[in-house]
């Protein structure tokens, strides 16, 4: 079982797949997928994306510039770190938000000592505003952390249950693999991540789980090690 986790969660995470918004029973759903693993003491970080509210891509399309575009993307990461940050403590956990982003009373600025000092506290230690720079994704920003705050395991929970030899969503004849290095996801393009994120991870011999995060129970079972979704790996 690992012990200390990264889970990068989509921003859709909080308003269902391909919505925009707030649907707090998809907040409820993701507070109840958490408290399974909360109640095994894995410590927990998470990156959430802004895809309920901004990606620069979408705005791009408006006539935005990319590195404005950006920023408003970086802002909706916080806006959804506070708002999970509600809903995990009306719930009963503790946790913290932590960002260099913005100057806000419930963002703390983030340092590693009290990074580590919260995890002992048994916080789940949340990570807004991606990595402070436009032209990056919260999956980057989700490599970074993970390795900064010595993660076992990156868990990139999302919309598709693991890593298909093509685009799922388009390709209705594509299959699922289960285990993939690192170099070949990078060579092969593969979409599901950053090649940015892929090769932070590799460079530190970081793990990565993708999970189909609509999936009841499927964050558990990654956190114990069962089969499920697709594993990279790093090269020996
Ligand atoms: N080879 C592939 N295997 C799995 N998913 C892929 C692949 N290529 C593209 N995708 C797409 O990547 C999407 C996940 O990436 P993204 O939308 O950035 O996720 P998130 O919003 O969770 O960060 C999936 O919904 C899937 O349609
Ligand atoms: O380091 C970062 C992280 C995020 N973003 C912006 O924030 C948006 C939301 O993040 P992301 O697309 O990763 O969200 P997700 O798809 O995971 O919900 C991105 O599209 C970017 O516009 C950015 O500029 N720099």
Known sequence: MYKKILLKLSG????????????????NYLVSELKKVYDLNV?????????NVFRGKELELEGFKTKMADQLGMLGTVM?????????DKNGFKSIVFS?????????????????FYFEQEYIVIFAGG?????????????LRAVEMDAEILIKA?????????????FPDSYKIDKISFSDAISQDIKVMDTEAFSICQRNKLPIIIINFFDKGSLLKAVKGEEIGTLVYPED
């Open 12 to 27: 859709e995470a909080l308003s269902g797949e391909g919505k925009k918004g707030f649907d707090t029973n998809f907040s």
């Open 43 to 51: 410590k927990i970080g998470i990156v959430i994306g802004a895809g």
């Open 80 to 88: 959804n770190s506070i708002y999970l940050k509600h809903f995990l």
């Open 100 to 116: 260099n982003t913005v100057n806000l009373p419930s963002v703390m600025p983030f340092k590693y000592d009290l990074v580590d």
């Open 131 to 143: 990595t402070s720079n436009p032209l990056f994704t919260t999956d980057t920003a989700a490599a």
């Open 158 to 170: 999302t919309k598709v249950n693991g890593i298909y030899n093509k685009d799922p969503k388009e």
